[in-house]
DNA sequence: CTGTATCCATTCGGATACTG
DNA sequence: CAGTATCCGAATGGATACAG
């Protein structure tokens, strides 16, 4: 998914359109990687950038450090960064708006679930039938 | 938003790979004009392509059918035909999966609500101790 | 009315090299 | 370690013309 949403609801809602409340919230996690970083600071608490390369499997700094600017533009995400003596250390958290799409995203993981495995039981039973 | 979820949640399921239950559910309605069909189909009932066009206000045809056919490939979606004499009528709805991300929805709609209100707010706020 | 086919502009994400 | 800059290919959505 790209991010159509995000550009498309900051167009209306800057032309003073805000029928777009649910487009305004999928447009929060609608980055390709979005969801899997909010999941990863969900579950795996605060993080660094390295830590989040690694655990995202794949991806490019570009794109991290693109989604990570979105998330913190929309006040979803934090950045902090500490400096002790001559090192600098990074990292992202939820913010508490953040921490409100907590029940969102464990709603989208649970449907998804339940989904896929009304589907694997379908083929199961469509193999059996053949 | 667009698809890129759809598509590299497809490869990672034909892959094996289940680790994405909730892009998976974010696939569903990651279309840029998804979510507002399914509102319009929640909200009106059943739609002819016509009636779709209009109320989704500037999509074009290539595009509105493109989207219903992946809803109907992800059984969102149903699409009837019934012929009377030589006329045709085509009716889209949801089907019994589809109805189940109604909750879905109306979270997403209802946090996007409070979120924007809260914004609104914020802008007075700051408007007021310029 | 309900689409399909084609062409085009934009955007998004990936790879790689470079910087502090 | 934490990015930024540049170049590139793929995918999406829009406009328009055509078809059953």
Redesign the interface.
């Known amino acids: ?6 550009t ?1 609801v900051q167009k209306k ?1 800057s032309n003073g359109d ?1 029928d ?8 929060m ?2 980055g ?1 990687h979005k ?2 970083i909010l ?1 990863i600071l969900i579950n795996d608490g605060d993080q660094g950038f390295a830590a989040l390369m690694n655990k995202l499997n794949g991806v490019s700094k570009k794109v991290l450090s693109n989604q990570l600017k979105e998330l913190i533009d929309d006040q979803i995400v934090n950045k902090s960064e500490t400096i002790t003596g001559n090192t600098k250390r990074t990292a992202y958290s939820l913010t508490e ?1 953040g921490l ?2 907590v ?3 464990n ?3 649970d ?3 339940d ?2 495995a009304q589907v694997e039981i379908t083929q199961k039973f469509n193999q059996v039938n053949q």
């Open positions: 998914m790209s991010d159509a949403f995000r498309t809602l805000f777009c409340t649910k487009e305004f919230t999928v447009s996690f609608s390709k969801l899997m999941w708006i409100t799409l029940p969102i995203i709603m989208l993981n449907w998804g679930k989904r896929l």
